[in-house]
């Protein structure tokens, strides 16, 4: 069975040239349905490795274990770039818990944001206020928040259909609470999870302070959805209920990474670059597999689907790798200044970076012109059910390369379970479907084949598809 | 906050009749996102009662809880319709093993096939050819099959994008396989588990030994995929290795049952039918959250959502929770023979019966004109992610109740998962997200919306959707 599954992928890959892109579609998403290795490198990455936060010695290892996989397949070339890193480390793990008027003490499920300050030695204990948001934590002013510990209940908004528009709606809260407490004087700050469901696990991501002096600085955690549920009901029946909470983190000093690029080099057009990424590190409470283990193994799936699919690029085509997108983006920005200095012409950068997914398109950062050139592809991908083709933004690791001439894109998956696993200990390889992950590689895969045989270039009527 | 949002609610649904059908749309799926009854309903339906297999204890349980939720919901008319349904019984939990020629045995796991009989008392034990489909079965003949347990072992095709095109490929094994092993001469059959995954779980579904008479009858079961290989490498070393096994599954006489049925009178047309529902019933190895609890929440999720979003339908709009789907269709057949006798007009009938996964649209049976009609609301559907609009099939519960008149139609979810969990012990609530199901049962009730407003007679000038 398996020999003679083979057999027909050659005989497929042999004749692509003749092809119509109708075929060579079908010829890319067969090739990853039945002969994949995007779902075999995330169970390696999830479970041989696991969590891969920026300067850790896992991200070093997936750094070794991607270069190496990628060296396998035989691309043009292999190589790390150098990159410094910020490492920050969670230490022990963190500890709360709601303290009634009468002493009674209720545990609770936190975690620290990532970037915040350890509480103090022994940890700390202060009156709780709720907020919704930075306009209501300003009009209490310095009086009613000096000295408490702030919460940021407002939840995200449940009836937005795209998950990742009501993330963006609460997002400030982790990102910044600490920052706009500190300067009132807030102790500390507890911040409602980034997750639609209501559960147990605390979701951690960035957070910053911003210019805020040291002595403003002030430790900030995620609370689980359920435990922000059950502090807000308490508070209100008992105002003056007590938070205690302990987290041992720190910012240690920027250490030694990389991005791990393999590259394809074009035929005809050799400095016009498309590449494909994902990041390579994740937050650490569980193993990154949907963020953004996905994103990294169908990228390199990408390169590999096109060689299997007996595709010659035109143009030189680049996995790429970029460490330390969740604290930092210095990957990303590092890429982006020695392409600049290296005058490399960038015209196509794909990200996948919002889980692994059913796809069901693309957005795109482009103009009106190349948007509608890339559009009118949009009918080779029905039979694969990818329907969503819209203007929009990108990546965050591609978005450093954005130029007049370089168009950036973006995976869409299905976003309606995304939150439920993002940057918590539940981001694990279980919950990622092998066919659901290759269709987003064969998906991917298409798009790039399509940029590289057509251009980016606004449409001429030479350019007609091959239906 | 739940008041305001209740507010809120409240005066969305007091001024549905000035609003466009833009702005009703997206009343309904706010509605249902944010004040959903769905999951509350799976939830009960699936921990609270669980498998509810036809004449079943559960499955009467079943009856009485959703006409006691219908109750509660102020329809107009909420009742039980009589059907008498089969009763098949699993009996003790099977047990199977590989026997090499060393007599080494290797214990798999197996369930029996829906309606199969039992093995001999003690199990059953013989040698093993395995097959790909039945001409392969028949060029074999009754020389080499006889006294042998057949092996069905094709499995689902992986490179089809819509996995039920898979199922529909493989699924004659499972249903008519022991009758054509039957006539043969063979003891018994093993089928390779209906799953595109590969892992331990056994999936049960219905077969059926046709006008075979009983001494020709033999025990059916499926095998997990996994050890769907195991066997399958183990007999490519091992020719005469045997297999054991013991099933005491039986059938026994029919029972009385119910389709549980609600209606909102229609205020125009009363006589003009809109019908929504799944079935009630479910295989007893998971919970039936799946198949077919998630259909049967949404759809009676429709009725409430249409009222709490304050529309009145001229037509009446009936939710019918069919009995019996499973094993026998008694329920369908039930529902579409009185029908027929009262002389009820069913214009439109909608199953939900493919997964409470994202919805992506829904596949209709009717006419060209008809179709293009309902095409023309597409677009509406375009911010909830409704892309899929196709000619097609229906739903076995509908089916019955087609006609020229009456328009069939299935909503068709995200398949990828779907046969991960049919029919198996992983078809359980936690597999089902509740975005996901709301979202289901959002675009059903959206699309009940437009058929009772435009009615389903091919399009005409003054019927143009209200943008």
Known sequence: MKQFLGLMLLLLAANIQAQSDTETLRTIYTTS??????????????????????GSLNAEKAVQYTKEELEKLGLDKVWLQPVMVPKWVRGTKEYAFIESNTGVTTTVNICALGGSIATPFGGIKAPVIEVQDF????????EKVSGKIVFFNRPMQADLIQTFEAYGGCVNQRYSGAME???????????????LR?????HTGSM????LPNSQRIPSAAISTNDAEKLSSMLALDKNLKFFFNQTCQQLKEVQSYNVIGEITGSEYPNEYIIVGGHLDSWDLG??????????????????LLKESGIKPKRSIRVV?????????????????VAKQKGENHIFSLESDAGGFTPRGFSFDCSDAVFNKIESWKSLFKPYLIHYFEQGGSGADVGPLKTETNVCAGLRPDSQRYFDHHHAANDTFEHVNKRELE????????????????????????EKIKD
Request: with cysteine; hydrophobic share 35%.
């Open 439 to 462: 269709l987003g590689a064969a998906t991917m895969t298409s798009l790039v084949y399509l940029i590289d045989k057509y251009g980016i270039s606004p449409i001429s009527n030479n």
């Open 135 to 142: 306009d209501e934590l300003k009009a209490m002013g310095k």
């Open 321 to 337: 790798l970029f460490m330390n997108e969740e604290n930092g983006l210095r990957g990303a920005t590092k890429y982006a200044e």
């Open 181 to 195: 407490a500190g300067k009132l004087g807030a102790v500390g700050v507890i911040v409602r999870s980034m997750n």
């Open 33 to 54: 349905l039945t002969n994949g290795k995007s779902y075999e490198w995330l169970d390696y990455l999830s479970n041989q490795i696991g969590g891969r936060l920026s």
């Open 287 to 304: 193993d990154g597999s949907h963020d953004d283990g996905a994103g990294c193994v169908q990228s390199m799936d990408v390169l590999r």
């Open 208 to 211: 910053s302070y911003g210019d």
């Open 198 to 202: 209501l559960d147990d696990l605390p």
